[in-house]
């Protein structure tokens, strides 16, 4: 099921499209961050992208997920 999150962050004049294209960016920027510096493959950043398609919730997780094993495994 899709998470429609709030619609009351739409900005003035942004069409539903528009603010589900950047809801996804933002997912997607949430979840490259921890990974910084990182090299990522085409498949990498098609599994993000995947993943950005999710509930904020899922999107949320992961990326916790991503800062906690950076910061416990120092070297990634």
């Keep these: 099921m899709e998470d429609v999150g709030h619609l009351d ?16 960016t933002d997912r997607v920027a949430a979840l490259l961050e921890p990974l910084d510096g990182i ?12 993943l950005a398609d999710h509930d904020t919730s899922v999107v949320g ?12 495994g120092g070297a990634w």
């Design 61 to 72: 997780t992961v990326a916790s997920l991503l800062y906690r094993a950076r910061t416990a």
């Design 9 to 24: 962050d739409r900005r003035p004049g942004e069409n539903t499209g528009q603010w589900r294209a950047r809801r996804h």
């Design 39 to 50: 090299e990522l493959g085409e498949h990498d950043r098609r599994i993000i992208e995947w």
